[in-house]
């Protein structure tokens, strides 16, 4: 439910990058790295210095 709660945000305009990083953690929850990684490389092409999603993104990229 929250997965599509946020695409649907997005698709209605939501904060890109807010929404992306927060898709990130839903997907990790949900045991989805992949998917994780790149909502949080999504979140950063909108806001670069977004330090939450590029501190995650960086614990996601040491782990294999």
Partial sequence: QATSDLQRALALGADP?????RLAQVQLAQNERDAARF??????????????????????????
Avoid: C, G, I, V
């Fill in 39 to 64: 909502s949080l490389q999504q979140a950063l092409q909108f806001q670069p210095q977004h330090a939450e999603a590029r501190k995650l993104l960086d614990q996601l990229q040491r782990e294999p």
């Fill in 17 to 21: 990058a807010a929404s992306h990083y």
